[in-house]
């Protein structure tokens, strides 16, 4: 049967319905066979390597901050800030994703502490979106369940382009602080961030539109862009590499099934993108197992990639295969591509699978 | 009515280990400390139902392995989002090298 409703990616409206009617909501997921007791390795904490990878973010973007204010006006302040920039709303992205699995840290002050700075530095409200991170990571991409979906069907290719530079995902996120300063949680925050945990969201949008403010002001009274190029700006300015990382994760792949391999992308990376992107490239073995911290995600990988797909070589080869999906997505929105299982690999769930008969790439 | 229900063997789970024991349609998670004390709660985290013997025991905290929420599962306090309601817990005792637990 074809997919024939119209995909509904409001969190309230006919696809959530649906996919709670039919049991896609919630549902079991399928996980690779690890033995216990190397799984149990793999989850075990440790505070070292994220303490050095947080010195040497921090650490670098402190001396180009500094480089950067000391260049301002000449054209070498240029790529000093490009690279502040990519570590300021790049960099943060990734903190913000483990540390709110709270797997980056052993110490569990480390891991919120760490939080708190990249979900301010990425503009997304702590409370808020750990909330809809657990809903993503329940329902991924099921449509109308998970609020994280960057691409939609037919895909908005404009948005996309705009998001590499921030644009509508910061005028959101001014939008929703400003909302929440307010004392409004709408809606659809309200379907997924429980009554309890409301209060914060509130009271943390008021500490940071403070804090905008405080900078806007420095800005007016220096008659100078410079306080604004190194608080709020950069989550324009250095989004791009986050946007150009994180749309692999799941785009013009499978929606509305229950196994990771279908809808998720491993991608092999170079390593100063894994270093900004804190290895979420092997991001099948992070959503089957979301308790392994980011660090041992290639262990991880090699322990299981005979049941997974075969990753893509490169960002290159990522978007080699995913762009054309994108386009004739433009075009039938029930298009994507399949994922091929090497024959040591447990076979797909088809239940949901099998469903429908969208077309799949050959 | 109250009973005791033997769950598992002492051995059946490692030190600083959770493993889970099904009884009566319910499920349950059996834990050893690493100071060797055996504890018992519902086997499935209160946010989604998802089954805590597959989480990771560090001390007294259990973590549940689809979205990281945390419990002390001495108590069963849940320690912050995205869990906000409290494990149900169980009195244990050891007999003859077997774990029991009050149900």
């Known amino acids: 049967m074809a997919q024939s409703v119209t995909r509904d990616y409001a969190l309230l409206g006919k696809s959530s319905e649906a996919a709670l009617a039919n049991g896609l909501a919630a549902a079991e997921w399928y996980h690779s066979d690890v033995e216990r007791k190397a799984m149990k390795a793999l989850m075990q904490r440790s505070d070292g390597p994220a303490i050095r990878d947080t010195v040497i973010w921090l650490g670098a973007m402190l001396v180009l901050a500094v480089a950067g204010v000391l260049l301002w006006g000449s054209w070498w302040a240029v790529p000093v800030f490009i690279a502040y920039g990519v570590l300021y709303g790049s960099a943060s992205d990734s903190r913000w994703h483990e540390c709110g699995h709270g797997t980056a840290f052993k110490t569990r002050w480390m891991n919120d502490a760490v939080y708190q700075i990249a979900c301010f530095m990425i503009m997304r409200n702590p409370v808020t979106w750990r909330w809809s991170h657990a809903r993503h990571h329940t329902d991924t991409v099921i449509v109308g369940r998970d609020p994280e979906i960057a691409v939609m069907r037919p895909p908005d290719l404009a948005r996309v382009v705009l998001n590499f530079f921030g644009i509508l995902d910061a005028g959101h996120a001014v939008r929703d602080m400003l909302r929440n300063a307010a004392g409004n949680i709408s809606k659809e925050e309200a379907s997924f961030i429980p009554e309890m945990e409301r209060h914060k969201v509130i009271r943390v949008a008021r500490i940071w539109l403070a804090i905008y403010a405080a900078t806007i002001a420095l800005s007016l009274w220096m008659g100078s862009i410079l306080p604004l190029m190194l608080v709020g700006l950069p989550r324009l300015y250095g989004a791009w590499h986050h946007v150009l990382t994180g749309l692999l994760q799941h785009g013009g792949l499978a929606d509305n099934v229950t196994d990771h391999r279908l809808n998720s992308r491993s991608v092999l990376m170079n390593p100063v993108s894994r270093f900004i992107y804190w290895n979420m490239n092997y991001h099948v073995e992070h959503h089957m197992f979301p308790m392994v911290p980011y660090h041992a995600l290639p262990q991880l990988h090699e322990m299981i990639k005979h049941d997974l797909p075969a990753p893509n070589r490169s960002i290159w080869a990522g978007y080699r295969e995913m762009v054309p999906a994108f386009l004739r997505q433009l075009r039938n929105e029930d298009y994507y591509l399949r994922r091929e299982l090497p024959v040591t690999a447990q076979p797909y769930k088809e239940e949901f699978h099998n469903g429908g008969d969208a077309v799949a790439a050959e | ?103």
Not at chain 2, 69 to 80: D, H, I, L, W
Not at chain 2, 87 to 96: G, H, I, P, Q, S
Request: charged residues 30%.
């Open chain 2, 1 to 103: 009515m109250v009973e005791w229900i033997e769950a598992c063997g002492a051995d059946d789970v490692d030190e600083e280990d959770v493993i889970r024991f099904d009884h009566a349609g319910k499920v349950f998670a059996i834990y050893r400390s690493p100071d060797d004390r055996y504890y018992a709660t519902d086997g499935l985290c209160t946010h989604e139902q998802i089954s805590l013997a597959d989480g990771l025991v560090m001390d007294d905290i259990i973590e549940c392995p689809k979205h990281n929420g945390r419990f002390n599962y001495k108590t069963g306090e849940a320690k912050g989002a995205p869990v906000c309601v409290n494990l149900r817990t169980y009195a244990v005792k050891l007999e003859n090298g077997a774990v029991f637990i009050e149900v």
